[in-house]
């Protein structure tokens, strides 16, 4: 009888030594896998406990920074953070907006958790740079000309808003084209640009149109300032003149390349 061939005794001897080495391989990774998998669902189970169904990380205090108007007892008020509720699930984006919405004094709230226990809320309150007589109260306006609180005590130093709109057709025309809300944060917009030293000095913003705003200092002296437009040029202009007409008590810098002084 005739003996095996060569190929024959190669798949014996294949049959012999087990299954091909990748195939080996890939159910070596496969057994990795499942052992991983294992490992990651016994871990995981004591994570999301500790996380969700411990008494260890709940939040339990709230701490307030950066407040100077408002008290840290009317933000905490006004966060309504869910005590007693697992940390990690409290919702920071809704204390956020929840601030915003009450405290319209708030510009920007920071809210975070601080492990193990609490949550912190870093605020930015508006700082008004103008302010609307209504009545016997005062309306507070920031920088964005965003009318954020009524006071009854007017702060101190900051400058009163007056829209002193005339009848005129260039005025009527004014407040028909920009509104009132615009004329406003134009307003806003020379108040900021004013030189400090005026600044400090300045009484009353007074609008009477888009082109036509004014300052009235606390010495009785007048700046004609003309529209927001050019606000840099404007504050160096009216510097240099009031160095050079000390005496004067009329400015005019509505057009900075020609300005003008008046008055003793």
Not at 48 to 65: N, Q
Not at 80 to 101: F, N
Request: hydrophobic fraction near 40%; charge should be positive.
């Amino acid at each position: 009888m005739a003996g095996s061939t060569t190929a024959e005794r190669g798949e014996r001897q294949q049959e012999s030594s087990g299954p091909p080495p990748l195939l080996r391989s890939r159910r070596a990774r496969l057994r990795a896998l499942v052992i991983l998998g294992l490992v990651l669902v016994f871990l995981g189970i004591p994570t999301v406990w500790l996380f969700y169904g411990s008494d260890w990380l709940r939040a339990e205090h709230v701490s307030v920074s950066g407040t100077r108007v408002l008290t840290p007892t009317q933000v905490t008020a006004a966060a309504d953070v869910p005590l007693g509720k697992p940390l990690v699930s409290v919702d920071t984006d809704a204390i956020e907006t929840r601030l915003r919405q009450k405290l319209p004094r708030i510009d920007s709230v920071d809210v975070t958790r601080s492990w193990p226990h609490g949550i912190d809320l870093k605020v930015v309150e508006r700082t008004p740079v103008l302010i609307v007589q209504k009545g016997g109260k005062f309306i507070e306006v920031d920088d964005e000309g965003v009318r954020f609180a009524t006071v009854s005590k007017a702060p101190k130093g900051v400058p009163a808003l007056q829209l002193a709109l005339s009848r005129s057709s260039s005025a009527a025309a004014s407040l028909r084209r920009f509104g009132e809300s615009r004329l406003v944060r134009e307003a806003v917009d020379v108040a900021r640009a004013v030189p400090a030293v005026v600044a400090r000095d300045t009484r009353t913003v007074k609008v009477r149109s888009y082109d036509d705003i004014s300052l009235e200092l606390r010495d009785g002296r007048t700046v004609a300032w003309g529209s927001s437009e050019k606000g840099a040029a404007k504050a160096r202009t009216l510097t240099a003149l009031m160095k050079a007409s000390p005496g004067a008590r009329y400015f005019d810098v509505s057009v900075p390349t020609a300005p003008a002084s008046s008055g003793s």
